[in-house]
């Protein structure tokens, strides 16, 4: 497997070259046993910079009318994080690590949403707890405050709390036992301070989620590529058996 994007820093692409099954192999390990698997410094530092230096530009778009938004799809069209999400390697990896789960995605099934937070509006977006509606999610976070242990924005996961289905009613059971704060309150969960120049993967319509406390003076971007998920196949007519 080759691949030549740019993006990816320079010992990954040697892992790639050489080993890229065994790479796809302990992603898929990680995200079974733990819910969160990470590649450290996987973005190339020259890219990242590039990432960085965007989010000055893009902030202003974020907060119109006195309310945040992220910016989403085609909002992301000539930018850094568009080249990532829709690159051959994003595709090609999200399938090849939900294989197993008779799972494929394409190009339309890929979702770039870039958050920046900042000041009280950023605020909404705080302890916002949910599932993605995604088979996959992976996180690339390109700003993020230095980790102080407290309202330091940390991402905080309760993964694989349920299985991928189709269901509708299992889908609102779950949603409606999370709402009463059932999850939050039983299920195991961790807190991390991501680190921009790593990628994080979880399974987003599996794991309960969502951004810890943030200080309203700190500036924190995030890009989420968002892969495919139940109902989206649904809605194409795909009707997926999921094993296990
Ligand atoms: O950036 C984070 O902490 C998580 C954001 C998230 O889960 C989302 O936007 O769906
Ligand atoms: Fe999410």
């Given at each position: 497997?080759?691949?030549?994007?740019?993006?990816i820093?320079?010992?990954?692409?040697?892992?790639?070259?050489?080993?890229?099954?065994?790479?796809?192999?302990?992603?898929?390990?990680?995200?079974?046993?733990?819910?969160l698997?990470?590649?450290?410094?996987?973005i190339?530092?020259?890219?990242?910079?590039?990432?960085?230096?965007?989010?000055?530009?893009?902030?202003?778009?974020?907060?119109?009318?006195?309310?945040r938004?992220?910016?989403?799809?085609?909002?992301?069209?000539?930018?850094?994080?568009?080249e990532?999400?829709?690159s051959?390697?994003?595709?090609?990896?999200?399938?090849?690590?939900?294989?197993p789960?008779?799972?494929s995605?394409?190009?339309s099934?890929?979702?770039?949403?870039?958050?920046?937070?900042?000041?009280?509006?950023?605020?909404?977006?705080?302890?916002?707890?949910?599932?993605d509606a995604?088979?996959?999610?992976?996180?690339?976070?390109?700003?993020i405050?230095?980790?102080?242990?407290d309202?330091?924005?940390?991402?905080?996961?309760w993964?694989?709390?349920?299985?991928?289905?189709q269901s509708?009613?299992?889908n609102?059971?779950?949603?409606?036992?999370a709402?009463?704060g059932l999850?939050?309150?039983?299920?195991?969960?961790l807190?991390?301070?991501?680190?921009?120049?790593?990628?994080?993967?979880?399974?987003?319509?599996?794991?309960?989620?969502?951004?810890?406390?943030?200080d309203p003076k700190?500036?924190?971007?995030n890009?989420?590529?968002?892969?495919?998920?139940?109902?989206f196949?649904l809605?194409?007519?795909?009707?997926?058996?999921?094993?296990?």
């Amino acid at each position: 497997m080759i691949f030549v994007e740019r993006f990816i820093n320079d010992h990954y692409q040697e892992k790639i070259r050489n080993d890229y099954t065994g790479l796809v192999r302990t992603i898929r390990t990680t995200l079974n046993d733990t819910g969160l698997a990470v590649l450290e410094d996987f973005i190339h530092p020259d890219f990242l910079a590039e990432l960085q230096s965007s989010v000055d530009r893009l902030t202003p778009l974020c907060y119109v009318d006195g309310k945040r938004k992220s910016l989403i799809g085609s909002e992301l069209e000539n930018t850094a994080f568009y080249e990532v999400a829709f690159s051959g390697f994003v595709v090609q990896l999200a399938n090849d690590i939900l294989e197993p789960y008779n799972i494929s995605v394409d190009r339309s099934d890929i979702h770039p949403a870039l958050n920046i937070l900042i000041g009280e509006h950023g605020q909404e977006a705080v302890k916002s707890w949910h599932f993605d509606a995604t088979y996959l999610t992976m996180a690339m976070p390109v700003v993020i405050p230095s980790p102080n242990g407290d309202r330091d924005g940390k991402f905080r996961i309760w993964p694989n709390f349920r299985k991928f289905s189709q269901s509708p009613w299992r889908n609102r059971f779950y949603w409606r036992i999370a709402k009463i704060g059932l999850i939050r309150r039983m299920a195991k969960n961790l807190a991390i301070n991501f680190l921009p120049g790593n990628l994080y993967f979880f399974y987003g319509f599996r794991s309960y989620h969502g951004t810890e406390d943030l200080d309203p003076k700190s500036l924190r971007a995030n890009c989420l590529i968002n892969c495919g998920g139940p109902f989206f196949d649904l809605q194409k007519g795909k009707v997926v058996r999921y094993p296990k």
